[in-house]
Structure formats: C-alpha cells, structure tokens
C-alpha cells in the first residue's frame, strides 16, 4: 500500500473472508498500524449485510491505509473472471466493433 510506503510501515495485513465463491462477508482480520480505523469500514458492510464488492466502492483519499482495502476488493473481482467469462467478453467486444 503506497500509504504504508509513505509511513515507513515494513510489517503489517488485511484479510477479509469471504463464502466460497461468494462476496458475503464472514470477517475480517487488520494487522499494522490503524488496523482499528480501518475496521469500521468492513463492520459497516457486515453489519448492513453488504457484499464485499459494496466494501470497495465507495472513494477514499489517496493515498490512506483504505485504499488498501480498495485494492483486496479488486483482488476478489479479478477472481470472478474466469477463462469462459473472459472469452465471452473478448466475443462480444469483437462484434460490437
């Protein structure tokens, strides 16, 4: 995370789980620094009953800590792209030019 780089943070984690296959969210783990502020964001979703994508949309200021949470949520997007899906896509891109 480029805020961590800013900080000179060496050490530190976000883990957010999810049901397989799904963006439900079951918890989370923080590890570092303003784990305690960066928390709240995922209890908000879990407690609205939130996916995780719902996690990673809102805007945060550049650069901060929740942009790391942005960057996980990214991370589970780029899963759900499958080798099927991504053929479909290239497919249908093709003939709309």
């Known amino acids: ?28 783990t923080f ?14 979703c879990m407690v609205n009953g939130l996916k995780l994508s719902a996690t990673g949309a809102g805007i945060s200021p550049y650069p901060s800590y929740a942009d790391g949470i942005k960057n ?3 991370q589970f997007n780029r899963t759900k792209l499958t080798p099927f ?3 479909l896509l290239n497919t249908i891109i093709k003939f709309r030019r």
């Open 72 to 74: 996980l949520t990214d």
């Open 31 to 44: 590890v570092g620094g303003p784990a305690g502020d960066m928390i709240s964001q995922v209890t908000m």
């Open 1 to 28: 995370m480029d805020r961590a780089i800013c900080d000179g943070a060496e050490h530190g984690f976000v883990k957010i789980l999810t049901k397989q296959g799904k963006a439900d969210i079951l918890g989370a």
């Open 85 to 87: 899906v991504s053929g």
